[in-house]
């Protein structure tokens, strides 16, 4: 399938790289017009020029909210409108014991990850209200629907994007806009290949150690994420409104393939671990 977001136009915050970037490609190719809103001023322009009249770029820190309200406007003087927002820049942020994590730090993981989501979901309802029609996508994790797979500023961040998700898609419904997040696990990108190889250019090491315990049997990589957004910023998703979808190969859901339960003997383990 072809053209499935012809004449449609989307901010995409983080979009000079990793998950950003392969949404921008992903809906260049499906007939959108994006602008690439990043911090990342060289790998910005450069997504810009390989993409030719189809993208813009513009400079956009997403703790400051002027940026993102710039961004949105943007869009609406270069391209006329604005049909989706995808909230999806993003850092790891505050890591380390919560005994010793610095107030600063959290507090700059929180500007980055979860209020930058409010400022674009804030500023896209403004143009798309009065259009009556729109979409907003926000990046969480699976660390924002199960505690334990990432740091605590990042886990508490993502799950703030959950629960922003949901709250803003109740009252938006009304106006038209359906408000999702797409729940990425561990994909290949230069933030994973920091910390899977401390090389953010590692991305062949990553792939290699990243999600190497996936029920598919590799890792995932941006186009996946991308393909995702692609569904809910396009018509097909008309009755999605509220949802976070995970990405994740089934990791959530199915679990470690080779769990220890399934080499055991047949039996039945009652409550207090007793066999019988």
Not at 131 to 141: D, E, L, V
């Amino acid at each position: 399938m072809a053209d499935r977001l012809d004449g449609k136009v989307a901010v995409i915050t983080g979009g000079a790289s990793g998950i950003g970037e392969g949404t921008v490609r992903r809906f260049v190719e499906e007939g959108a017009r994006c602008v690439i809103a990043d911090i990342q001023d060289g790998p910005g322009e450069a997504l810009r020029n390989e993409t030719g009249a189809a993208a813009a770029f513009i400079h956009t820190d997403v703790a400051r909210e002027q940026d993102v309200a710039a961004a949105v406007d943007f869009a609406v003087e270069r391209f006329g409108r604005l049909d989706c927002m995808v909230n999806n820049a993003g850092i790891l942020g505050a890591v380390g014991p919560i005994a010793d994590t610095e107030t600063e730090a959290w507090l700059r993981t929180l500007d980055v990850l979860l209020n930058s989501v409010f400022f674009g979901t804030k500023h896209a309802a403004r143009v798309l209200i009065p259009q009556g029609s729109g979409t907003i996508i926000n990046t969480t994790s699976t660390a924002g629907v199960r505690a334990g797979l990432g740091p605590h500023a990042y886990t508490t961040a993502k799950h703030g994007v959950v629960g922003l998700t949901q709250s803003a898609a109740t009252e938006l419904a009304r106006h038209g806009i359906r408000v999702n997040a797409i729940a990425p696990g561990a994909t290949v990108s230069a933030m994973t290949a920091y910390v899977a190889t401390g090389d953010s250019a590692d991305l062949d090491g990553a792939s290699k150690r990243v999600n190497t315990k996936s029920p598919l049997g590799r890792p995932g990589f941006p186009v996946d994420i991308a393909n995702a957004a692609l569904y809910l910023a396009s018509d097909e998703s008309a009755w999605t409104n509220g949802a976070v979808l995970v990405v994740d190969a089934g990791g959530e859901v199915l679990g470690d393939r080779n769990s220890r339960f399934f080499g055991m003997d047949s039996q039945i383990v009652h409550e207090a671990g007793r066999a019988g």
